[in-house]
């Protein structure tokens, strides 16, 4: 390959495919390469796709995409050793207006390359890029395994382990605090068991968060697909480490899990997977442009972990990106100056605003893990109690609910809690 | 079910060479993260066989736990098209 493209974007995942989708539609020469044997085979995620960011690039892509389920409701689940507090909110107007759609990657992905390929960028899967190639400090193209190719700008759009952003210089490895170790399967169940286990029409579905269900800042997440369910579990790679537990041994922990077993009984296991997560925020957002290269998606650790949101931060980073290499080639200008452009248009959109704002969240909750264990644990008690019919007077009952609560988490404490929460978010 | 058992449900194409090792055999004797390769890796990748690590990269779902918890893992991204080729994700 001695061809010159005006990009190249190494990584064809929702933030790769974004960028390479608007700068092929903007008369550019694209070129991206996937180390995949196709799209979406290395990758995996909770998860679902949002329709407000996806639709930016593909109107009324529901029509046409691989798309599993729309989501009609979301479910919190609040975790002791054998019992369940649930708490959730189904909306017939998610019937009407789509908000969230439930799909597999290795699905979803390659429908969603064909439309930067039908746009004209040329993607070549089985391509792993060894290194940046980099001449008097900028970045001038790629080094991979079919040999080098050059471009004026490279997109590194190759994940949450992005070997590119770090060997560009862009990157320190990560802390084990900002990155979340996931463990999900994908469980086989018939179409209308799935339907009536979590009381679902033909096309509709759910998604839950699951907290209390394990050490430290740890959740579960699960998700309905046509005819599987996603089930898996998150936990912060510092509490993993530090709690000496095995995270296949805490998934089997989660999955029989006397409220979550039912749920998944007589299923087929179909997969397992496991992935990082960049859950950091704002304060890990790697440095994302340098002579000749833009980073984005989960390889600059634009993940927002408060609301669960990632594929739409990916491939806004990807359209931002994309747009900002357009207006670099008219002025033919690669430069760092010229390319900054794509920090401020982040910066000005919901990705950096939205991280910004959640800044101190991240690490707040890494170190008050009383959310995630003691929370869900006095409230299953709480809930316990209250619930019992016996001869015990409504007075005491309060009394020792009370107590109970207390002992679990001081009143000091409790308000302290309260008013960090609220400052938090406020 | 064992993670052997599970892992025989995913797809791999599996490359000669292995794409993880130790920078640094000699760390690993006096370990000073307890092992945390073999304690974080959600595939069962790591062991300790005969005083040293062992590798069963064939394994290996890429996640990138093991080189976050010890900077001892070699870790690079496997040949264009080798190793976990995920049917669903």
Redesign the interface.
């Known amino acids: 390959m001695t061809e010159k493209f005006d990009s190249i974007v190494v990584g064809a995942g929702p933030a790769g495919i974004a960028a390479a989708y608007t700068m092929a539609k903007g008369g550019l020469n694209v070129l991206v390469l996937e180390?995949?044997?196709k799209p979406?085979?290395?990758?995996?995620?909770g998860g679902v796709i949002f329709r407000h960011h996806t639709e930016k690039l593909a109107p009324e892509f529901w029509k046409t995409a691989p798309i599993e389920r729309h989501v009609v409701e979301y479910q919190y689940w609040f975790l002791a050793k054998d019992s369940h507090v649930l708490v959730s909110h189904r909306n017939q107007k998610f019937n009407g207006q789509y908000n969230a759609f439930t799909v597999?990657?290795?699905?979803f992905?390659p429908w969603f390359a064909k439309l930067a390929e039908d746009a004209g960028a040329v993607l070549i899967?089985?391509?792993?890029?060894?290194d940046v190639l980099k001449e008097d400090g900028k970045i001038v193209g790629v080094e991979?395994?079919?040999g080098d190719v050059r471009a004026d700008v490279v997109i590194a759009a190759d994940g949450?382990?992005s070997?590119l952003a770090k060997q560009a210089g862009l990157r320190q490895?990560?802390p084990?605090d900002a990155?979340v170790?996931a463990?999900k399967?994908?469980i086989a169940l018939p179409k209308q068991r799935i339907e009536e286990r979590f009381n679902l029409g033909p096309e509709e579905g759910i998604a839950a968060l699951l907290v209390g269900c394990g050490p430290g800042m740890h959740a579960g997440f699960m998700y309905t697909n046509r005819d599987?369910i996603?089930l898996g579990i998150g936990i912060n790679?510092r509490d993993?480490?530090k709690s000496?537990?095995?995270?296949?041994d805490l998934?089997?922990q989660f999955k029989n899990h006397p409220s979550i077993a039912p749920i998944v009984k007589d299923g087929e296991?179909?997969?397992?997977?496991?992935?990082?997560i960049p859950e950091g925020g704002y304060d890990y957002v790697s440095k994302i442009c340098m002579d000749g290269m833009l980073v984005a998606g989960d390889a600059a650790m634009l993940v927002n972990a408060i609301n669960w949101e990632g594929t739409n931060l990916a491939m806004t980073s990807g359209m931002l990106a994309g747009q900002t290499v357009i207006e670099a080639k008219k002025r033919n200008d690669f430069s760092t100056r010229s390319l900054f452009k794509y920090r401020q248009r982040l910066e000005d959109s919901f990705v950096l605003r939205d991280l910004k704002k959640y800044r101190d969240v991240p690490k707040f909750f890494s170190s008050n893990s009383q959310f995630f264990t003691t929370y869900p644990q006095a409230l299953n008690e709480l809930a316990y109690t209250w619930h019992i019919v016996d001869d015990e007077l409504k007075a005491d009952r309060i009394k020792r609910m009370k107590a109970m609560l207390f002992k679990r988490r001081s009143k000091l404490r409790l308000i302290q809690d309260a008013y960090h929460l609220w400052r938090l978010f406020s | 079910?064992s993670?052997t058992d599970?892992?025989y449900?995913?797809r791999y194409?599996v490359d000669e060479d292995s794409h993880l090792w130790i920078k640094d055999l000699k760390m690993c004797v006096k370990c000073p993260?307890?092992f945390?390769c073999i304690?974080?890796?959600?595939?069962?990748v790591y062991k300790w066989e005969e005083n040293k690590i062992t590798i069963t990269y064939d394994a290996c779902?890429?996640?990138?736990?093991c080189?976050?918890?010890c900077?001892d893992v070699g870790?690079?991204?496997?040949?264009?098209?080798f190793?976990?080729?995920?049917?669903?994700?």
């Open positions: 180390k995949g044997e979406g085979a290395k990758n995996m995620f597999h990657r290795a699905k992905d899967n089985r391509t792993t890029v060894d991979t395994e079919r949450v382990n070997m490895e990560i084990e990155v170790l463990v399967e994908v599987t996603s790679m993993l480490d000496k537990q095995r995270p296949n998934f089997e296991l179909k997969e397992y997977s496991a992935h990082l | 079910m993670i599970k892992l449900r995913n194409k993260f307890e945390a304690r974080v890796c959600p595939t069962d779902v890429e996640c990138g736990a080189r976050i918890a900077y870790w690079k991204n496997p040949k264009g098209g190793g976990i080729s995920y049917k669903y994700g």
